[in-house]
């Protein structure tokens, strides 16, 4: 499952009033998914640091910046 999907699960099961209308999960998804790439994005770690710390907390930021954007499956839940 890719995590599109699982955001856009969780928007039908919700109350929201614009749900059955077409392209609604989209248009609310949209801006949950901006936020959550901000966010991740701000914890990157800078390319200058050479740590062993450092680059496996990029690598886990890349990888969580893939699965919101989809590029990527969602690990087994």
Known sequence: M????????AIQRSEIP???????EEAVAQPVTEMLQAWIAAHLPGSESQSEF???????AL???????GASELPPM
């Open 18 to 24: 614009l749900r059955f209308e077409p392209g609604a």
């Open 2 to 9: 890719k995590f599109p999907e699982l955001l856009f699960a």
């Open 63 to 69: 990888r969580l910046l893939a699965e919101v954007e």
């Open 54 to 60: 450092d680059a496996g907390y990029r690598s886990l």
